[in-house]
């Protein structure tokens, strides 16, 4: 039986990796618009590089950039970057199809939802809010609530002590093998992989299930719980 369903965001509801292309494409533009030296090309690869390297949730990356490349922060530049940023990044922040779709039907049938995300806790509810899944969700476990990241299991036993249901009864959704899914398994929850937003070329994800589709989980939960003991 299947009481709860865990949810990331970012590249699980979603499409955060498209998202973050199309923003940190226009802060390129918007710092050498704003005086920048460089090839646009080049310095896009160079704010990846720093992301992979510090977490792609930097809060301080363009600062990073500025510092590499000019010894120093120039506020015009900076500026720059970060209104273009967030302009694009508030037009091409998006949901997965069928989203809004799969939330409702959950609700439907009874199931608790929650999120637990390894981005900052107020950028979390940014996008949740700004996306409409407010209704859907009352809780948000995020890795500043614990100081840890996922696969560490605290954020995971918290999720169970807030939905009250057993790890058995509680699927965790996530598209990151190595922390969603092994996160849950090492508490006992069941998994599955969100496969439509992996972005590592993932061929062995361990999860129990696959999704090609968000959809997908409506009809995974409606399956576990008709076969569950009456």
Known sequence: MIKAVIFDIDNTLTDFMKMKRVAVDAAVEGMIDAGLPG??????????????????????????????????????????????????????????????????????????????????????????????????????????????????????????????????ETLMVGDWPDRDIKGAKGVGMRTAWAKYGDTFGTKESGAEFELNDIGEVVGIVKRENALAPA
């Open 39 to 168: 090839e646009k090309d080049a310095l896009v690869q160079e704010v990846f590089d720093v992301y992979w390297k510090e977490g792609i949730e930097d809060q301080k990356i363009f600062d990073k950039i500025l510092k590499a490349k000019l010894g120093k922060l120039d506020y015009k530049i900076l500026a720059g970057g970060i209104l273009a940023y967030r302009r694009a990044k508030t037009g091409t922040m998006t949901l997965y199809p069928r989203v809004h779709s799969t939330l409702i039907e959950l609700m439907k049938m009874g199931v608790q939802r929650l999120v637990i995300s390894d981005a900052p806790k107020l950028e979390v509810w940014l996008r949740i809010v700004g996306l409409g899944l407010h209704h859907y969700f009352d809780n948000v476990i995020t890795s500043e609530d614990f100081g840890v990241k996922k696969p560490d299991p605290k954020p995971y036993r918290r999720a169970l002590e807030l939905l009250g249901t057993e790890p058995e």
